[in-house]
């Protein structure tokens, strides 16, 4: 039997001895049953942390699963608009962010293509030489910027209203820095180290479709002038006017 006195936990342990009399021996073991208690207590928070930890891995990996086959329907866009509005597609549906916005730099100035929230951004054109917003630090700089906390961002300007977090990553397509993915969120600390690998990998492949619409459209354009100049030479040959021969190629190139 177990006895309790003082807060202390002992444990009785009785044995017989000659002539019908019985012995017994009384251990304190309070110190052995806190220690298996805590134990106990680290083991079940480590095994919670460790079921997390694997939940967490699960949805990373299914997340990147599903960017990868975003990308192949990225390089299938024909237009910008395509490649801007799939972006965001991922951002709200794959990556789970509520505010989102596509800002691509114009001259000076970092413009919203698109964006996703319950209301529109108050602030749609920012200027890149300025000194405020974290799209435009993240734009100069050409690193992402996690914010935790907005409040203590001196450089923070309000997009959406009543936000507290933000996850800024710029877009690099062949070395030039097109502009950059922007999620807010109405709760502090909202975006962790996951979020930003992950929209890093989103911002690779917008970055690479951008890249790669660019080039069939330089392609097409060029098989276009060849295809001209082809049908120019043909007239040129049926004609002995110098400077007609002159206008046919000027068109061609044209």
């Not at 965001?88 to 990556?95: F, H, N, Y």
């Amino acid at each position: 039997p177990n006895e309790q006195n003082s807060d202390r936990i002992f444990h009785m342990r009785s044995f017989p001895l000659p002539d019908n009399c019985v012995g017994a021996i009384l251990e304190d073991v309070t110190e052995h049953r806190c220690l298996r208690e805590n134990l106990k207590s680290r083991f079940e928070r480590l095994e919670k942390l460790v079921q997390e930890r694997t939940m967490e891995l699960k949805q990373d990996e299914k997340r990147s699963r599903q960017l990868n086959l975003h990308a192949g329907k990225l390089n299938a866009a024909e237009t910008l608009d395509e490649i801007y509005e799939w972006t965001l597609d991922a951002m709200e549906k794959t990556l789970g962010f509520e505010n989102a916005a596509f800002m691509i730099r114009e001259k000076n100035n970092l413009v919203v293509k698109r964006y996703r929230g319950r209301t529109k951004p108050s602030l749609t054109c920012l200027p890149i030489q300025g000194t405020k917003g974290i799209t435009v630090r993240a734009t100069k700089t050409g690193r992402a910027i996690l914010v935790p906390d907005v409040s203590k961002d001196k450089n923070y300007i309000a997009g959406f209203p009543d936000i507290k977090s933000e996850l800024v990553v710029p877009v690099f397509a062949e070395g030039r820095n097109l502009g950059v993915l922007n999620v807010e969120s109405q709760k502090l600390n909202a975006f962790s180290q996951r979020d930003t690998t992950l929209l890093q990998t989103l911002a690779s492949h917008t970055a690479t479709a951008i890249s790669n619409l660019s080039k069939r459209s330089e392609i097409e354009k060029r098989t276009s002038q060849m295809a001209s100049l082809m049908r120019s030479s043909a007239e040129m040959i049926h004609t002995t006017n110098l400077h007609r021969r002159l206008q046919t190629i000027v068109e061609a190139i044209e």
